[in-house]
């Protein structure tokens, strides 16, 4: 399996950035779809996940201004980056937990995306 990140960038204070995420190979299902930053000298957390195509978890610093969603068919997730700010700045990893067949299920990560935030 593998995932393919792209739409990372530079970006003015405010502005606005949407990132793809498209996940190719043996799966049989993605349970857990996310995206993770990690920023200059700091580790990489958790930005926003979508939980079996339902439920969905947001870090506090992104609430209101970041958005996660999903094209099932196309094994495909996104996220909407509204209001950015330079805290925003970092590499942006795609992260999915794919289940290859009705038993096993394994993590695999994208290769990152550069996004920085111009104050």
């Known amino acids: 399996v593998q995932l393919q990140a792209s739409g990372g960038g530079l970006v003015h204070s405010g502005g606005s950035l949407k990132l793809s995420c498209a996940a190719s190979?043996?799966?049989?299902?993605?349970?857990?779809m996310a995206w993770y930053r990690q920023g200059p000298g700091t580790e990489r957390d958790l930005v926003a996940q979508?939980?079996?195509?339902?439920?969905?978890n947001y870090a506090d610093s992104v609430k209101g201004r970041f958005l996660i969603s999903r094209d099932a068919a196309k094994n495909s997730w996104y996220l909407q980056m509204n209001n950015m700010k330079p805290g925003d700045t970092g590499v942006y990893f795609c992260?999915?937990?794919?289940?290859?067949?009705?038993?096993?299920?394994?993590?695999?990560w994208g290769q990152g995306t550069l996004v920085t935030v111009s104050s």
């Open positions: 992260n999915a937990a794919v289940r290859v067949d009705r038993n096993y299920q394994y993590e695999f």
């Open positions: 190979g043996r799966i049989f299902s993605i349970d857990e």
């Open positions: 979508i939980i079996n195509g339902g439920p969905t």
